[in-house]
T-cell receptor, first 114, second 112 residues
Framework: ETGVTQTPRHLVMGMTNKKSLKCEQHLGHNAMYWYKQSAKKPLELMFVYNFKEQTENNSVPSRFSPECPNSSHLFLHLHTLQPEDSALYLC?????????????FGPGTRLTVL | AQSVTQLGSHVSVSEGALVLLRCNYSSSVPPYLFWYVQYPNQGLQLLLKYTSAATLVKGINGFEAEFKKSETSFHLTKPSAHMSDAAEYFCAVQAAGNKLTFGGGTRVLVKP
């Protein structure tokens, strides 16, 4: 595998379910990101991890819980979501400290909340 | 603070015609600038980036962009559109740190 991979690619869940999105980067980077892409809205940065430490949380509701066990893996745990959380969730990685720290994106997980 | 404005949420071009996508930015420090492309049901793919080495930047798939500091612009062009260029294009600015700020995106439709 090369680049940034995300699983699953599609997910349908009810509002009471608990599910997790997984991201893995094979680029040797040390920073990882979660973005939300909704229809007719700009890309929204949700979380940033540098060297496994969360450095940014853009006022994301607590029903979204990120986890970064190592610099190659990033998870987004989901619970009691709302229909308005339906969106494409994108993961990205970059090399913190390089200039510029170009971000490389995964293919995304299309989430539908019923 | 930094921001990006992409003029036109939709652009329609004929196959073989010039593609021009406009991007204007604001940044309090010299920025790095990026163009990404997103095909349906896919993630964002890096097209090209400006890192202050040269004002005219060439990217993949025949695209190029010119950084104009006086106009705070980074417009994307391709001389001859191909059907495979139909996608959504995002301009982004990076100032301090690795945080990217994206424009709203421009969807390109290519007519045969």
């Amino acid at each position: 595998e090369t680049g940034v991979t995300q699983t699953p690619r599609h997910l349908v869940m009810g509002m009471t379910n608990k599910k997790s999105l997984k991201c893995e980067q094979h680029l040797g980077h040390n920073a990882m990101y979660w973005y939300k892409q909704s229809a007719k809205k700009p890309l929204e940065l949700m979380f940033v991890y540098n060297f496994k430490e969360q450095t940014e949380n853009n006022s994301v509701p607590s029903r979204f819980s990120p986890e970064c066990p190592n610099s190659s893996h990033l998870f987004l745990h989901l619970h009691t979501l709302q229909p308005e959380d339906s969106a494409l969730y994108l993961c990205a990685s970059s090399q913190e400290g390089s200039q510029p720290g170009t971000q490389y994106f995964g293919p995304g997980t299309r989430l539908t909340v019923l | 603070a930094q921001s990006v404005t992409q003029l036109g949420s939709h652009v329609s071009v004929s196959e073989g015609a010039l593609v021009l996508l406009r991007c204007n930015y604001s940044s309090s420090v010299p920025p790095y600038l990026f163009w990404y492309v997103q095909y349906p049901n896919q993630g964002l793919q890096l097209l090209l980036k400006y890192t202050s080495a040269a004002t005219l930047v060439k990217g993949i798939n025949g695209f190029e962009a010119e950084f104009k500091k006086s106009e705070t612009s980074f417009h994307l062009t391709k001389p001859s559109a191909h059907m495979s260029d139909a996608a959504e294009y995002f301009c982004a600015v990076q100032a301090a740190g690795n945080k990217l700020t994206f424009g709203g995106g421009t969807r390109v439709l290519v007519k045969p």
